[in-house]
């Protein structure tokens, strides 16, 4: 009873702010109709604080932390990298290893981590314990004027990540520099009015980690269901090799040849396609990631794309495009972990795909698998649409609340 109470609490609470936000909004709106100048202040802003935000740099609220820690003193819960980041503001998962007995940049709870390797990946990271970082991952400490949950908006936000990249050296690699990151133009409201604001922005955080779960939950469902499915068939249904019912190729661009709005689906070895402004498939296909962290990853696409000279194009099928989609989901993996093993191979090389034997039942068992799985896959993509949504209106509030 308790906790409804409090998420009842917590839902009045935003509710409200939003509301003294909307209408703060009216009322700048009001007086720039009666031609009233306001200065440096945001569009939205709750209506108990007046008067305007001082103006001053990056660098006159926050420093790069200086102190070091030996890699000793940490283990693979509180050490991070550039690759255990998570992009698109998400946090970060385990370290897959930890530097033998060597001193990187210290970080405390209440830090602000971005990894510096292609900033537009907007890996940000609120931190919630101390420990250790990679010389690639920025760290940022908020001074006296700043409260470090306000630092942690300022940071984990568009507008910083796009002047972040507007100084960024270097073409397939792009680095933030440090320097230029200083001079960042921002506006410091009085300490009680960062705290509210932090707090409503916190709040929508809240909702956007329960949603992340949902999404999380839902997904190791539809493993489990896939796998449960395509074990069924192991006995008693005949194998073909992969290569004999679609045809396989790759895309053939460097990973960097995305282009920002680009008017096609460009797919790399990420899990979410980029942009890019030319063709160079129009067909129903799936596409699998040859390298990289996500090795072995499939997106199914159908229309006009372009691909990276690592990703692995499988089109014209004899069967079920979405009935092998699942049966790959399951197998590939397998294959992967027995190749790695036995070779070390930390990509996929053709035959890998070519020579994978999956079984193949009758269309009607074909057509009953991947209609199960589809109906899956559209309660996840509602489940992903309102978490974009969330995180679409939490930007908003970001360019609404901050100058």
């Known amino acids: 009873m308790t906790t409804t109470k409090n998420n009842e609490h917590k839902k009045l609470n ?20 009666h031609g009233r100048k306001v200065l440096n202040v945001p569009n939205l802003r709750f209506p108990e604080f007046q008067g305007e935000w001082e103006k001053c740099k990056l660098g006159d609220a926050s420093e790069f932390s200086k102190e070091r820690v030996n890699t000793q003193n940490l283990s693979s819960d509180n ?14 998962i385990e370290a897959s290893s930890v530097p033998t007995n060597t001193n990187v940049i210290k970080f405390n709870k209440g830090d602000v981590l971005l990894s510096n390797i292609r900033p537009y990946l907007k890996k940000v990271w609120f931190a919630d314990k101390n420990g250790g970082c990679s010389a690639d991952v920025f760290v940022f400490k908020a001074l006296s004027a700043c409260i470090p949950d306000f630092l942690h908006y300022i940071i984990a936000n568009d507008r910083f990540i796009n002047f972040a990249m507007s100084g960024a050296k270097g073409v397939k690699m792009p680095r933030g520099d440090k320097e230029q990151m200083k001079t960042y133009e921002i506006g410091l409201p009085s300490i009680e009015e960062q705290k509210k604001i932090a707090k409503l922005l916190s709040l ?56 920002e709005n680009g008017q096609y689906p460009f797919f790399t070895c990420a899990e979410r396609p980029f942009n890019i402004d030319s063709y160079a498939f129009d067909t129903e296909a799936l596409l699998i990631s040859g390298n990289g962290a ?6 199914y ?10 990703t692995y194009v499988l089109d014209h099928f004899s069967v079920n495009i979405q009935y092998v989609k699942w049966a790959l989901k399951v197998l590939l993996p397998q294959r992967i972990a027995i190749e790695k093993s036995s070779s070390n191979t930390p990509y996929i090389v053709l035959s890998t ?51």
Request: hydrophobic letters at 35%.
């Open 14 to 33: 935003f509710s409200s702010e939003r509301e003294q936000s909307q209408a703060c909004l009216n009322s700048a709106e009001h007086e720039k109709n």
């Open 79 to 92: 050490y991070v990298a550039t690759e255990n980041m998570l992009q698109d503001y998400q946090g970060i």
């Open 204 to 259: 929508l955080d809240e909702r956007i980690a329960t949603q992340n779960k949902i999404i999380d939950k839902l997904q190791s469902l539809i493993k489990g269901i896939a796998q449960h499915c395509i074990r069924e068939l192991i006995n008693g249904w005949e194998y073909v090799r992969l290569g004999d019912i679609c045809k396989i190729t790759t895309g053939k661009l460097d990973a960097n040849a995305q282009v």
């Open 294 to 299: 996500n090795l072995g990853y499939i997106n």
């Open 301 to 310: 696409y159908k229309g006009k794309f372009n691909a990276y000279q690592r």
């Open 353 to 403: 795909l070519a020579d994978l034997k999956i079984p193949i039942p009758n269309n009607s068992k074909q057509n009953h698998i991947a209609d199960l799985m589809m109906s899956f896959e559209r309660k996840l993509s509602t489940q992903l649409v309102l978490s974009d949504l969330y995180n679409k209106q939490k930007q908003y509030l970001l360019r609404q609340m901050f100058i």
